[in-house]
């Protein structure tokens, strides 16, 4: 389940006819789940909601990333009027398991990870500007996109299935974790290489987080360690072990998070006596 605070007329100017989505907020949260929000039965392994609220990606063990509007969510109204779309786009391009989307903190392009070991960059394809390739033809679903989507670029350097992605906060900086144990940094203009490959972990890496100063980056991994890695040297700042000590191994993913001011790190898979947090 993912949440997200709408902020009221971020989404006038949208494009596609979606800029009515502010008529249909409610003052009250809502916690639904739309059943229509598929990936054929397979299961979704990541949600992330564009900046302005209007849009979706949802990542799943089809191989596929699937773009939704946020409009027939939030409104019971909008979902059952048929000239309101659901969805947007299919965009695919990885041959394994899409583990993770992330929007870039501008909302400009869009990052997905696989099991392949791959990492695609997306961005909305201007008007008649070729797509083949990014999104998928020829199926029912596909049939209905109203958005066109093109893979920028594709970022291999990875030996393992990549799981989890974090922007920075600032700028096209991209970290990414896989099962090979290491973080790398991408410079989105760089398209050949990571800018830097970190090693600290004993284990797969799980999890990643940038803090939203653009400091530190936190990691976390089945070595039941969470590395704060100092982004101006690339060093360690600090290594925290105690908690997770009790944790399981048996984890697909162990994503963590700073909170808005950076002053707090949420962390899964922790232990603190008597009860696991």
Known sequence: ????????????????????????????????????????????????????????????????????????????????????????????????????????????????????????????????????GAVQFGSSVSQQSVERWRSVTTLRGHRGDVVDLSWAPQELLLASVSVDNTVRLWNFNDKQQAVAVLQGHKGMVKGIAWDPIGRYLASQGDDRSVILWEIRDHSIAARIEEPFQRSSQKTLFRRLGWSPDGSFLCCPQAYRKPAHI
């Open 1 to 132: 389940l993912a949440l997200r605070v709408h902020a009221p007329g971020a989404c006038d100017q949208h494009e596609g006819g979606l800029g009515e989505i502010d008529e249909y907020l409610s003052p009250a949260m809502q916690v639904g789940k739309p059943e229509w929000v598929s990936h054929d039965g397979q299961p979704i392994l990541s949600v992330d909601c564009h900046p302005d609220g209007c849009r979706f990606a949802t990542a799943g063990q089809d191989h596929l990333v699937k773009l939704w509007s946020m409009l027939p969510v939030i409104s019971q109204a909008a979902e059952q009027d048929s000239t309101k779309p659901r969805l947007l786009s299919v965009l695919s391009g990885h041959s394994g398991a899409v583990n993770c989307v992330r929007w870039s903190c501008d909302g400009s392009v869009l990052a997905s990870a696989s099991d392949d070991e791959s990492i695609i960059i997306w961005r909305r394809a201007a008007a008649g500007e070729r797509t083949l």
